[in-house]
């Protein structure tokens, strides 16, 4: 079914890129002079594997692991393990970097084991939708400033960082025609909807039809699969 997960992203058998909207070398710029200081002290955000594949730096120069999938995570650790054994056998060898050391990602991510990007993509959406889902059908005043801080703060708190800048240059588009629509239960669920096909559009996958999204986050099919 069209609104069904897609077991099989697009991305993740075929990948453009890791980041498709992360290409450039530089990170995100910010919007601050504070925050563009620290801006010119960070890595690149994208760097590459021995194997050319691309993954992402976090902001204090380690590979991020929330950033990157489980597949492309598990290759990086590979290659470290490799690099660390053969660092053993001589004397002159420098160090591999620690994080990736001390990975033991095997497969896709297991329950007991630190999220990857798709896995921390899938539960927040989870939130996310569930919000709508709970969203007063009028919203007060009161409830759509607290509903608006909670997004600002996401978008700038969320732990894969790359996904957060996009997020948040996303909503703060220059047109304003991509604020979150906060009136009521409606709007803001349609508003949600839109903003995740956004990144599906970017991953390349499958964009979800935004009529249905009540009965996938709220009353369940019509078909009552879920009852
Ligand atoms: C704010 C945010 C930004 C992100 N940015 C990035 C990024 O830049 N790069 C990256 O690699 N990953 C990013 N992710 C993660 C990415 O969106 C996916 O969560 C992840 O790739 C896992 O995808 P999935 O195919 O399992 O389903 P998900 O996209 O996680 O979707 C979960 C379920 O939601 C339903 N669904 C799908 N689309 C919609 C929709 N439009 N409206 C309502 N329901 C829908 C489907 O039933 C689907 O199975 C981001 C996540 C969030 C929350």
């Known amino acids: 079914m069209a ?32 925050e563009a200081k620290n801006e010119a002290s960070k890595p690149a955000a994208v760097q590459r594997d021995e194997q050319g594949k691309p993954y992402v730096l976090d902001k204090d120069g380690k590979p991020c692991r929330l950033c990157t999938s489980a597949a492309a995570w ?33 497969g896709t991510t297991k329950p007991e084991c630190p999220p990857d990007v798709e896995v921390l993509g899938r539960s927040t959406w989870t939130l996310l939708h569930s919000l709508t889902a709970t969203y007063p059908e009028k919203a007060s005043a009161s409830e759509q400033a607290d509903m608006r801080s909670f997004l600002t703060l996401l978008s700038k708190l969320y732990p894969c960082w790359v996904c957060a800048d996009d997020f948040r240059n996303w909503m703060a588009e220059p047109s304003g025609k991509n604020q979150p629509r906060l009136g009521g239960r409606k709007d803001f669920g349609n508003w949600m909807c839109e903003a995740h096909n956004e990144v599906n559009r970017k991953l390349g996958k499958k964009e979800f039809d935004c009529r249905l999204w009540e009965q996938r986050w709220k009353d369940g099919w019509k078909d009552g699969r879920c009852d």
């Open 74 to 106: 598990r290759n990086l650790t590979k290659q470290t393990k490799a690099s660390s054994a053969a660092a053993a056998s001589t004397t002159t060898a420098t160090q591999p970097q620690e994080t990736i050391s001390q990975s033991t990602g095997r």
């Open 3 to 34: 609104d069904e997960p897609q077991s099989q992203p697009q991305w993740r058998t075929n990948p453009p890129t890791l980041f498709p909207h992360a290409s450039s070398q530089a990170p995100a710029r910010s919007s601050s002079s504070s």
